[in-house]
């Protein structure tokens, strides 16, 4: 291989080695802005000066761009790659580098489908998480943790086989030429083949485990998401719900299964109507950050229109979803005060007529 040509891939290589760890920096700095912003938030500094201007800033200009740095890496390894492989084909003279071990290969091949190294999953609960969530939101945390030290340890592990490949191509390049001993070159050629070799086992072994907490981390924040404050919602009135619990009047002036609930959660005023209402009042009222949808969740609010047919004609229904199991749900309700089946009471456990609301101060991700 032309030596010039090494040392111009080898500055590509190392160009893009320095684009993804300035990526790396000023994606923890931004994750570190935001951390402060959520606790700042946390502890009722809300409305601060400028902080609006800069979560839009790192959401439209720094992710993006960030974004384009990652995508420019990735080119760049592309044409490395290409060019290297191209020149493997055309130089026998590098040896056991013309037929690289199946690891070897393998790696290549899912740099090439995979692109650059993925980053860690962000998650912006709208600045507020509710403590039933503190320990689910810790988990993500550190999974995040653990997935940057992976890649960490992924870059340290690509950079020092790029030097060891340095090595082991001049001395093959010195053996060939005829210059220098040739049993004390064969040797350690042999020992940097055994090294790389090593490496490349190293490197597939830890893009493995960046893959399989990128997909867990993933999971952890979509839990988070679920259960996040809706756009709208005022967090002053989410976190006063979550501390205190529902007014005596409602509790005195309810009846039926809304009156259960209203004892079970903090349910504020606008919400405490017949039970077909809830989703609507819920949608009407947005300070309260409440979503809805078809997954069952612990401590969700499990709402059920007037023509369900376990539902009430005229006033609809709502249960307390005690706990989830896969496939079941377990209800408790102002007939049920002791958790039970919902598949046992009634067949119509999904579909049009039922929506879970998933009340932010109180249910669990």
């Known amino acids: 291989m032309n030596d010039q040509l090494e040392v111009q891939l080898s500055t590509l290589r190392e160009a893009g080695e320095q684009l993804l760890h300035s990526a790396l920096q000023i994606s923890d700095s931004v994750a570190s802005i935001r951390a402060v912003l959520r606790e700042l938030t946390a502890l009722g500094y809300e409305g601060l000066p400028g902080a609006s201007s800069i979560e839009l800033t790192l959401r439209t200009d720094i992710d993006h761009n ?3 740095l990652r995508h420019l890496k990735n080119q760049l390894d592309q044409t490395t790659n290409a060019v290297e492989n191209a020149m493997i ?4 003279p590098l040896g056991a580098l013309l037929n690289p071990s199946p690891l070897t290969l393998s790696l290549r091949n899912r740099r090439s489908v995979q692109g650059s190294v993925p980053t860690p999953v962000a998650f912006d609960p709208n600045h507020y998480v509710s403590s039933v969530n503190r320990g689910l939101y810790q988990e993500w945390a550190s999974n995040r943790d653990a997935l940057a030290s992976q890649q960490w340890h992924l870059q340290t592990l690509t950079a020092t086989r790029a030097e060891l490949v ?9 053996l060939s030429n005829g210059t220098g001993a040739y049993g004390t070159q064969a040797s350690e050629i042999s020992h940097l083949q055994a090294q790389i070799h090593q490496l490349d086992a190293d490197i597939v072994q830890t893009r493995d485990e960046i893959e399989r907490l990128q997909g867990q981390s993933e999971t952890l924040a979509a839990r988070l998401e679920r259960v996040a404050p809706a756009a709208g919602a005022n967090l002053g009135e989410i976190r006063q719900l979550e501390m205190g619990e529902s007014s005596d009047a409602l509790k005195q002036y309810t009846e039926g299964c809304v009156n259960y609930i209203i004892h079970r959660i903090h349910i504020p005023p606008a919400l ?8 609507d009042l819920a949608a009407e009222n947005p300070q309260y950050g409440i979503t809805q949808g078809q997954t069952p969740l612990p401590g969700s609010v499990l709402m059920m229109e007037r023509e369900h047919s376990y539902g009430d004609d005229l006033y609809g229904h709502v249960m307390y979803v005690e706990r989830v ?7 408790t309700d102002n007939t049920h005060p002791d958790p039970v089946l919902l598949s046992d009471l009634t067949t119509e456990t999904s579909g049009a007529n039922i929506t879970y609301l998933y009340l932010p101060w109180h249910t669990a991700g």
């Open 89 to 92: 084909a055309h130089f026998p």
């Open 325 to 331: 199991d896969g496939a079941n749900v377990w209800i």
């Open 166 to 174: 340095t090595d082991f191509r001049a001395l093959r390049n010195r």
């Open 66 to 68: 960030l974004e384009n």
């Open 272 to 279: 405490a109507r017949d039970a077909h209402l809830w989703n």
